[in-house]
């Protein structure tokens, strides 16, 4: 048997539609640009996209570790306050 065969059989699919058409014009092209089919350049895209993380949940992040310190909202309050002081 070739695990390669059913590799999409469990996947999740989705269909993107109303897509704008200069916009599958510039994928096709960086798809084709970058060797690879439509499809594979889309799924690396998105999952790129999905596993970087959003400034609010970077920001959530850093709030939740902040181990009772100063926590954000205070600090850039002191660095405005700070850079106000300066000559």
Do not use: C, W
């Not at 469990?10 to 499809?39: K, N, Y």
């Not at 949940?57 to 309050?77: N, S």
């Amino acid at each position: 048997m070739n695990p390669g065969r059913y590799q999409n059989a469990s996947m999740t699919a989705i269909l993107v539609r109303d897509l704008p058409d200069d916009v599958h014009t510039v994928l096709r092209r960086r798809a084709s640009a970058a060797g690879q089919s439509l499809q594979q350049y889309v799924l690396a895209t998105l999952t790129q996209a999905a596993r970087t993380p959003s400034l609010d949940e970077v920001l959530a992040r850093i709030d939740q570790y902040r181990g009772g310190r100063v926590g954000l909202q205070a600090a850039v309050e002191d660095l405005d306050d700070s850079r106000r002081d300066r000559p």
